[in-house]
Every structure is written in structure tokens, then in C-alpha cells.
């Protein structure tokens, strides 16, 4: 699943109807055209990768771009990097 450059309050909702159609499947997130992360979607994929972790269904974020990576730094949210690989 590609995410979008711009994640934001408008790109949110549509976020969340992509990962809630595939849930309970293995989810592969290419985050190589991420510019900007707001904090809705980031709270999404944070829940997402919990909920995919419950149901033991392996969820990942690869190739994180440069923004993608700073922004989950600067929010705190380090496992998700972690979890990039930073490929």
C-alpha cells in the first residue's frame, strides 16, 4: 500500500478506509513519498500497526522517506521507525 506525499486531517479519512480493508492481511506500507505526516494519520498508523500486532498479522512500513523518518522522530513514535527499517 502506497501512502500518500501529503498526509494530513483531509487525507485521514481515506487512510483509514485503505487500512480497514485490509485488515487481518499481511499490510506491507510503502512510505517512500511521504512529505509531510500530520498527526491524524500517524495516530492511524500507530493503531493500525497495535491492531494488526493483536490479530499476530505482520504489518510494515518500508522504505520511509526523509520526512516520514523526522516526523515520527519529532512525535515520539520511534518503534514505527524502527519498524522501516529505514530502507
Known sequence: M?????LDL?????????LCARRRQQIEIDASAVDRLGGQCLQLLLAA???WAVDGVPFSVVH???AFTDALRLSGANELVAEAGRE
Open 49 to 51: 500497526k497495535q491492531a
Open 2 to 6: 502506497q501512502l500518500a506525499s501529503v
Open 64 to 66: 520511509p522517506s526523509q
Open 10 to 18: 483531509a487525507a485521514a479519512r481515506p487512510l483509514w478506509s485503505q
